[in-house]
């Protein structure tokens, strides 16, 4: 079974600082993804990035990129130029790729404030 | 035009009532997924459904049954609440069930039980 570890269970920023959220994850899947979810204080669970395993490049989204390291199993978030707005729980989660059923596997979260 | 809507955003219930939450996408999705999320904010999936049919279903107790009148509408029923039912409850749709279609989650059902 696949397991994901986000060991900062909360961490503290000033605003326009750049912030780097950790996750871990046991799998022996060579196909998967893996994924970046933020839920503000509105309870709403947005996603944030998107990265396949058998890709190379680190996948950006504007201010929020990541360092995907395979063999590591490793998938930490940057956050550059942080704003308030980005105050929120940070889950990572794994998805196996292929056919069949499949589902997202949560990390326990990093609770993130940005602070003025 | 909200893309996954649940109803209702709060539900608060007795020990022993039975309650169900409503879910419904108008993405065009094959795929919708119930999950739990716990007090210390822990997300773990209950249930999947296909095009209405169910293709994942966690160790859930046999008080929880989902059911699946379309692929548009997922609805989840919960019989002989206890206490520790009390979490929020996510409604979920994806493209398809392939992996990598990203889930996109409704907003949440809060039910607490008293």
């Known amino acids: 079974a696949q397991t994901v570890t986000q060991s900062q269970p909360e961490m503290s920023v000033q605003e326009a600082e750049t912030v780097t959220l950790s996750c871990t994850y046991d799998t022996s899947e060579n196909n998967y993804y893996l994924f970046w979810y933020k839920q503000p204080p509105s309870r709403q669970m947005i996603l944030v990035i998107r990265q396949e395993a058998y890709k190379q490049q680190n996948a950006t989204e504007n201010r929020f990129s990541v360092n995907f390291q395979k063999a590591a199993k490793s998938f930490s978030l940057k956050i550059s130029d942080s704003q308030l707005g980005d105050t929120a729980m940070y889950f990572c989660?794994?998805?196996?790729?292929?056919?069949?059923?499949?589902?997202?596997?949560f990390g326990q979260g990093t609770r993130l404030t940005i602070n003025p | 035009d909200t893309a996954v809507s649940q109803t209702p955003k709060y539900l608060v219930t007795q020990m022993g009532n039975d309650k169900s939450i409503k879910c419904e996408q108008n993405l065009g999705h094959d795929t919708m997924y119930w999950y739990k999320q716990d007090s210390k904010k822990f997300l773990k999936i209950m249930f999947s459904?296909?095009?209405?049919?169910?293709?994942i279903n966690e160790t859930v107790p046999n008080r929880f049954s989902p059911k699946s009148p379309d692929k548009a509408h997922l609805n989840l029923h919960i019989n002989s609440l206890e206490l520790g039912d009390s979490a929020v409850y996510f409604c979920a749709s994806s493209e398809r069930a392939l992996g990598g279609s990203p889930l996109h989650f409704g907003n949440g059902t809060r039910l607490t039980v008293t």
């Open positions: 459904y296909n095009n209405k049919e169910l293709i």
């Open positions: 989660a794994f998805m196996k790729g292929g056919g069949g059923a499949q589902k997202l596997v």
